[in-house]
């Protein structure tokens, strides 16, 4: 069993900056597929960025350029870097892991509201 435990969320004010982190357990970090999610109030979950074991990312289209997702393989750690945030990033961000694209294990979370 694989758990991930998320950090580094909180309030923000618009256009200020936040760094989430997702802890893993295990020795087989480095092998997973790992990405970020998050899921607004009232909406779907959906993805933010993913990250394969060598380090190819993808992420949706209208965050480019704002999100950064980098891993550390070395300490079992995924990072999202979140700049130039606006209200509608708020929501809660989810890490995930799996062998593939599909995720199989889910941190609990972690809240990020921006707002003035």
């Known amino acids: 069993q694989v758990q991930l435990v998320e950090s580094g969320g909180g309030s923000v004010q618009p256009g200020g900056s936040l760094r989430l982190s997702c802890a893993a357990s295990?020795?087989?970090?480095?092998?997973?597929?790992m990405g970020w999610y998050r899921q607004a109030p009232g909406k779907q979950r959906e993805l933010v960025a993913r990250?394969?074991?060598?380090?190819?990312?993808n992420y949706v289209d209208s965050l480019k350029g704002r999100f950064t997702i980098s891993r550390d393989n070395g300490k079992n750690t995924l990072y999202l870097q979140m700049n130039s945030l606006k209200p509608e990033d708020t929501a809660v961000y989810y890490c995930?892991?799996?062998?593939?694209?599909?995720?199989?294990?889910w941190g609990q979370g972690t809240q990020v509201t921006v707002s003035s």
């Open positions: 990250i394969t074991p060598p380090g190819s990312t």
């Open positions: 295990g020795s087989i970090f480095s092998i997973f597929t």
């Open positions: 995930s892991a799996g062998y593939s694209s599909d995720p199989l294990y």
